[in-house]
């Protein structure tokens, strides 16, 4: 079944520390800031700081409007306000990963395992249930998803204690081979639908679009370079090397001659592929949810995308439909 998300929401590697130390203060105020400018749909996962990004966002919730109006309900995906009330809440959260002491983690597809794991997020999270559990990169371990991964996330689900399911990876062909077998529910994928990376075109959009699996689209900076495409910015986690800064710097003068912020166009980018239903973003800061928030609400002149294309920065069949 396909999933209703949010269109935008907010990554929580950041407050659980990715690259650097976030305050508790800084952390909630992240969170509130994303609840104030709508962004409800909250994507984390046990990996996130070891535990640190979901007992920060369950705080945070739990002390919100939202948070308070969601309680977790398993099926809530759609994220839509009843009665006039705050629109609820909507988590996603990871499992396949059990903490261990010491921030060690091991790899545990059995159902014992990934219950362990959903039951321990669901107590730092402050939930019952979760929206969506995706099973987090498991590239390597195809037969033990195949054997006991998601015949557990399938009961998981008629159990009620979440609402959807499906795989949270940052490599398309894996990914792809994933949901040809099992047409999941929803997929997150980072890193690989940008205005720098268009991996995740070649095969698994249109195969999601063809089992009606709702993508989710993270790393649409790359790590942060089309945010900001200045010396030392990185790309896939990585040193960017100065081609790729060069290319950066390129689409950044295209955008410009439109007065559209790089920043937006890549916010925007996912969005022109229709299997895509939302689009996550990491923030560390109240300021970069709020910019996110504007850069997601630019408006994108149509004859921008199609010069982007003629750069090489947007494949042209995505202006076809």
Request: net charge negative.
């Amino acid at each position: 079944m396909s999933v209703a998300l949010p269109r935008l929401g907010l990554g929580t590697a950041p407050i659980g520390n990715l690259f650097a130390q976030v305050s508790e203060r800084d952390a909630a105020a992240t969170v509130a800031a994303a609840v104030a400018e709508g962004m409800t749909y909250f994507d984390t996962a046990p990996r996130y700081g070891h535990g640190v990004a979901e007992d920060r966002l369950g705080r945070a919730l739990a002390e919100s409007t939202a948070g308070g109006a969601a309680g977790g309900a398993a099926g809530g995906a759609a994220g839509g306000a009843a009665g006039g009330a705050a629109p609820q809440a909507v988590v996603s959260t990871k499992a396949g990963w059990l903490l261990r002491p010491g921030e060690r983690v091991v790899t545990d597809w059995s159902e014992r395992g990934l219950r362990e794991s959903l039951e321990s997020s669901l107590r730092r999270l402050r939930r019952p249930a979760v929206d969506v559990l995706f099973l987090h990169d498991p590239d390597d371990f195809r037969e033990e998803v195949r054997r006991t991964g998601y015949p557990a996330a399938r009961r998981i689900r008629e159990e009620g204690l979440a609402g959807a399911i499906g795989f949270g990876m940052n490599h398309c062909e894996p990914l792809a081979a994933y949901v040809a077998e099992f047409e999941p529910d929803v997929v997150l994928i980072a890193g690989r639908f940008s205005l720098l990376d268009h991996d995740a075109l070649t095969t698994l959009l249109p195969l999601c679009a063809k089992t009606g699996t709702t993508v989710v689209v993270g790393g649409v900076f790359n790590t942060g370079l089309l945010a900001d495409p200045k010396p030392g910015a990185m790309f896939h986690y990585r040193e960017t090397p100065p081609d790729v800064l060069a290319l950066a710097r390129r689409c950044r003068e295209v955008c410009a001659e439109f007065g559209v912020p790089l920043a937006a166009a890549a916010l925007r980018f996912p969005y022109l592929h229709p299997a895509v239903g939302s689009v996550v973003v990491g923030c560390r800061s109240a300021e970069e949810v709020r910019a996110n928030a504007a850069a997601a609400r630019t408006e994108i002149p149509p004859e921008l995308w199609h010069r982007l294309a003629a750069e090489g920065f947007v494949p042209p069949e995505l202006l076809e439909a």
